[in-house]
């Protein structure tokens, strides 16, 4: 069964500085991996997503990702921290290969950004 | 504004009455799914349609939980006899099935549900 487990349910960091959200997925065939981010009181936003092409993959506002599947990791990055950037955010894993049926998601990390 | 819009956006009830909230998918996307996301926790699955069809409903879904996609376009999903419990947001997301590749869902804004 496939399953996502994001390892920081909070993460606080100053603007300009760095981001790094960590998430690691189980699966048993080569999977689609997603970030969404949730911004207070709004949607659920496509962040990037990887589909077994380019292992670094790069998203909307800057953020990008890499594939590891030694590690079966799919970290999101960000060089640097934007006030904007405060928000939920969410790994999701497809639940079969090719196109995705179901998504199977992580139970989410906050974002804080200090000025 | 072409993407997926729901409605309402907040619905409050006494428990026991019956709810339905809409669900507006992308036009031509033909699998929409329906979530439920509760305070500091992801979407969790309820169901999924492709086209008119109800293709799989998640084992957690009550009986009390009915969703329908009567011409393959809109949706919609009542909950009967509301508890407590199912006070949460209510996701809609649609996608476009392809025969290879990836598809990815665009959620819409959610339907606030406070049962009191």
């Known amino acids: 069964a496939q399953s996502v487990t994001q390892l920081d349910s909070h993460v606080s960091v100053s603007e300009g500085t760095p981001v790094l959200l960590r998430c690691n997925y189980s699966?048993?065939?080569?999977?689609?991996l997603f970030w969404y981010v949730q911004h207070p009181n709004k949607g659920l936003q496509l962040l990037l997503k990887?589909?077994?092409?380019a292992t670094l993959v790069k998203g909307i506002n800057g953020f990008e990702a890499e594939f590891k599947k030694s590690e079966t990791s799919f970290h999101l990055t960000k060089p640097s921290a934007h006030m904007s950037d405060a928000a939920e955010y969410f790994c999701?894993?497809?639940?079969?290969?090719?196109?995705?049926?179901?998504?199977?998601w992580g139970l989410g990390t906050s974002l804080a950004v200090n000025p | 504004d072409t993407g997926v819009s729901q409605d309402p956006r907040h619905k409050i009830t006494k428990r026991g009455q019956n709810v339905t909230f809409r669900c507006d998918p992308i036009?031509?996307?033909?699998?929409l799914y329906w979530y439920r996301q509760t305070l500091g926790q992801g979407p969790e699955f309820l169901t999924y349609?492709?086209?008119?069809?109800?293709?799989?409903k998640s084992r957690l879904l009550s009986d009390r939980f009915s969703a329908e996609r009567p011409k393959g376009s809109f949706s919609t999903l009542e909950i009967q006899r509301t508890e407590q419990g199912d006070s949460a947001m209510y996701l809609c997301?649609?996608?476009?099935?392809?025969?290879?590749?990836?598809?990815?869902?665009?959620f819409g804004p959610g339907t606030r549900l406070t049962v009191t």
């Open positions: 699966s048993s065939y080569s999977p689609s």
């Open positions: 990887y589909t077994s092409a």
């Open positions: 997301a649609s996608s476009l099935a392809r025969a290879a590749g990836v598809s990815e869902q665009y």
């Open positions: 036009s031509e996307h033909n699998r």
């Open positions: 349609f492709q086209n008119e069809a109800q293709l799989e």
């Open positions: 999701v894993v497809s639940d079969q290969a090719g196109n995705n049926r179901k998504l199977i």
